[in-house]
């Protein structure tokens, strides 16, 4: 009896109202925080392949095939690709650097998936953010990272934000029902 009584009492009431309110609020927050984050991530992820294949599209005019090749040798001898991936073949399809698959070679952005590298749960293959770069001769330029970690970080970002949901939820309820 006491249990109903608490329920239909205006205090409670009000309790709740404040507590769906407060959980909308963290959800909005969390939608925010979400969408923010993703499309920081993703602005970084992009600008990073990016200013590479504008590197070495230049290296490319200054000094031909070759020093695009010294280029990127160096740069992953030097560890400053930090688990970028690069990709150069010609015309017939021949490689001439890296293992990416070949693509259509239009300038633009596009999805490539294969073997996990070690950083994917089981079973999941990797899934890389590729910048495809024409180049003179019938060349074509691949600059690749992998996109499940902006992907993983924006699951991690609801994760976290589920929990607090219904911690706070939680706490309210039984805030009002004390």
């Known amino acids: 009896m006491r249990l109903s009584q608490t329920l239909k009492s205006a205090s409670f009431k009000l309790t709740a109202a404040y507590a769906g309110l407060f959980a909308l609020s963290v959800g909005v927050l969390a939608a925010v925080t979400y969408f923010s ?5 993703t602005r970084e992820f992009q600008g990073r392949i990016l200013a590479e294949s504008g590197a070495l599209e230049a290296d490319y005019k200054a ?12 740069r992953q001898r030097g560890q ?15 490689h ?7 693509v259509a070679c239009a300038r633009g952005w596009t999805t490539l998936t294969g073997p996990p590298d070690g950083d994917e749960p089981p079973g999941q293959m990797e899934k890389l953010g590729v910048y495809v770069t024409p180049l003179p001769n019938g060349l074509c330029l691949l600059v690749a990272d992998d996109w499940g970690d902006v992907e993983n970080f924006g699951s991690v970002i609801l994760k976290t934000f589920g929990w607090v949901f219904l911690l706070s939820l939680t706490m309210a309820v039984a805030g009002g029902l004390f």
Do not use: C, H, M, N
């Not at 984050?37 to 991530?41: G, M, Q, S």
């Not at 400053?80 to 021949?94: E, K, M, N």
């Open 96 to 102: 001439l650097f890296g293992t990416l698959p070949i």
């Open 37 to 41: 984050v993703k499309t920081e991530l």
């Open 80 to 94: 400053l690709t930090d688990g970028l991936d690069f990709t150069l073949y010609d015309a017939s399809g021949r």
């Open 63 to 74: 000094g031909g095939v070759r020093q695009v090749l010294r280029a990127i040798s160096d």
